[in-house]
């Protein structure tokens, strides 16, 4: 055998090596971009307030990509990015003392506080996660106007009208995480 077929026999060898182990290789590279970081808070109020962990874990990567001291131009605060007036009024009924200093910086009691409102909104919208994290987004009173004028159907399905374009996006990136989040992580 010449050096030449060596060398091609070799890089043939290696192309069908990258490619039998690319699909591994894909999965831990997205793995590495979709954490599954704070899991024993996002676990914890998943089972707590009857929310897919998924759905926790699609939000936080929208909004702060697991960066718990970011704040929003519009003032939203750690993990989940909530704003301080939403905080307060979900913390009734938590084990959360709040205080507008430290509680949405920590943790533990963002994502609390987040899965709670999510549970809210979803509880609200009959279950339709789509329209949850609308509001989640937008509010509740832009979502329920959109609904009232048929700019968007109750059912949730029809994203592409949702007037805000950054709430569209936002929409479109959740469902995207989710997606992900599910096919990476979800046992089959």
Known sequence: ???????????????????????????????????????????????????????????????????????????????????????????????????????????????CLGTKYLAQLIKQYNGNYMLAVTAYNAGIGNVNKWIEQKIIKEDGQDIENIPFKETNNYVRKIIQNYRIYKQLYEEI
Do not use: C, R, W
């Open 1 to 111: 055998m010449t050096k030449h077929i060596k060398k091609i026999m070799i890089i043939a060898i290696i192309i069908v090596l990258a490619i039998i182990s690319l699909p591994k290789l894909n999965k831990i590279i997205l793995k590495k971009l979709y954490p599954m970081k704070y899991e024993e808070y996002v676990e914890k109020y998943s089972k707590e307030y009857n929310v897919d962990k998924y759905l926790i874990y699609s939000v936080i990567k929208a909004e702060s990509n697991f960066k718990e001291d970011v704040v929003s131009n519009q003032k939203a605060i750690g993990l989940m990015q909530i704003m301080d007036q939403t905080a307060k009024e979900i913390s009734v009924n938590t084990q959360i003392e709040y205080n507008e200093n430290k509680t949405l910086y920590n943790p533990d009691e963002n994502i």
